[in-house]
């Protein structure tokens, strides 16, 4: 990847976390490292803040150099630092965060570049949770949920909303006519990450399956119910002694209550490195019923070289509609099960599949061509900011609205706590 010359004038970029990235955690975590590493690589000074709480598994790349600030809710401390900060861009992390500081950023930092990194769409996962149990002609009524009102004027207050697939891109602008200018398709940056894949154990050295993910994300959790009830047995029919290891951060009593070692069916929480850890198995079960955006354990299969069968969901924004997938794209019980069990057993398959999986992460990920045209078009952004606000009246209308209201309620909060602050 192309760097800024060290002549140029270094900017300034803060990102604003709705948690501390825990990359080892979730894709989420993942994905906001991404973007740091690809901020420092062109030469920007990089603070990140947030009023989340650190945690043990909290983690900033360390070969860079990022400022840490903690910041505070509904506080005019925030306006205040913000404004010393001359922030050059200012990117939140996801449209919760746009809705707490976007119009503090706004107003005290106005010639700060606005970006929503949506992570994905999350009022397009949450119409598909609530179509799951309803008719299929219900599924576009759903998508007009609080959720979407709140992301998509988030998305219009922003100067600009990074996308992660094109197929979200392409949902705004036709469904909802979101302007083609506000919106940026940026996919994962795995080739920022600079990660050497060990020599990866063969079909016969693996055994059995896999599913991973953060059981705070309600489509981890609700696929591997399903996977318990409707598709485990099935491949359990077959495959007598074949094992599932349920891997993944933020698992409750509840999910650990779901270990079931009689039945092959392993809860084990946590895994440390999910690409070592999904290396370990044959197959990666990903049959996710409901979510959005880009799926990183589909991503990490392709890495550690293990086919998947995973949903429509799950293969989305990734191959073209009747390309061939790292596995098998399947949406009904009996069909997923046929699939994994196909893969597990037909080692010539396997790593024709394999193989395959190879070919995708390549082509998703071995060129840097979009990482430099997007550096290069927030650059023109900058360099043309008035013009380009102009441009959008709606999301000046939203950002005044929003200043006022959200100013006057903030206060209140701000009031308030004083008044209940011991004397």
Request: hydrophobic fraction near 40%; charged fraction near 25%; glycine fraction near 6%.
């Amino acid at each position: 990847m192309g760097a800024r010359n060290s002549s140029d004038i270094k900017r300034h970029a803060v990102f604003i976390g709705l948690v501390w990235p825990e990359p080892r955690s979730s894709a989420a975590g993942q994905r906001m490292n991404e973007l740091l590493r690809l901020f420092a690589a062109y030469g920007y000074s990089i603070t990140f803040c947030s009023a989340a709480q650190e945690t043990e598994y909290s983690e900033l790349p360390e070969e860079i150099e990022i400022h840490r600030a903690a910041i505070k809710l509904n506080d005019a401390s925030f306006d205040v630092w913000i404004a010393v900060q001359k922030p050059d861009i200012v990117v939140f992390d996801r449209f919760i965060t746009e809705e707490q500081f976007g119009w503090r950023v706004a107003k005290f930092a106005p010639n700060a570049l606005r970006i929503l990194d949506t992570e994905d769409l999350h009022f397009l996962r949450e119409a598909r949770r609530i179509s799951i149990a309803s008719h299929p002609s219900e599924n576009e009524d759903a998508l007009i949920n609080p959720i979407t009102l709140r992301e998509l004027a988030a998305i219009y207050r922003c100067d600009l909303s990074i996308i992660i697939s094109e197929v979200e891109r392409m949902l705004l602008i036709t469904h909802f006519q979101i302007p083609m200018h506000l919106l940026y398709t940026l996919g994962f940056l795995r080739t920022l990450a600079a990660s050497h894949t060990p020599e990866l154990p063969s079909y016969t050295q693996r055994h059995g399956f896999v599913f991973i993910g953060n059981f705070m994300h309600a489509p981890n959790k609700d696929a591997v119910n399903w996977i318990k009830e409707k598709i485990w047995p099935l491949i359990r029919q077959r495959l007598k002694n074949a094992a599932l290891h349920v891997l993944g951060a933020g698992m409750k009593n509840g999910d650990l209550q779901l270990h079931r070692p009689d039945e092959g069916f392993y809860v084990l929480g946590r895994a440390d490195d999910a690409v070592e850890a999904i290396s370990q198995a044959r197959v990666l079960l990903a049959p996710l019923r409901f979510g959005a955006g880009l799926k990183g354990k589909c991503v990490d299969a392709m890495q550690a070289g293990t086919p998947s069968v995973t949903s429509s969901i799950g293969a989305e924004g990734f191959i073209e509609s009747g390309a061939e997938w790292c596995g098998f794209v399947a949406d009904e019980p009996e069909t997923i099960a046929s699939h994994a069990i196909q893969l597990h057993e037909n080692e010539v398959l396997w790593i024709e599949k394999q193989r395959r999986g190879f070919e995708l992460f390549k082509n998703l990920f071995a060129s840097e061509q979009p990482t430099s045209e997007f550096m290069a078009h927030l650059q023109h952004l900058m360099d043309t900011l008035d013009q380009h606000r102009k441009r959008n009246f709606i999301g000046a209308m939203l950002q005044h609205h929003s200043i006022q209201s959200t100013y006057y309620m903030a206060k209140w909060i701000e009031e308030k706590s004083k008044s209940t602050m011991p004397r």
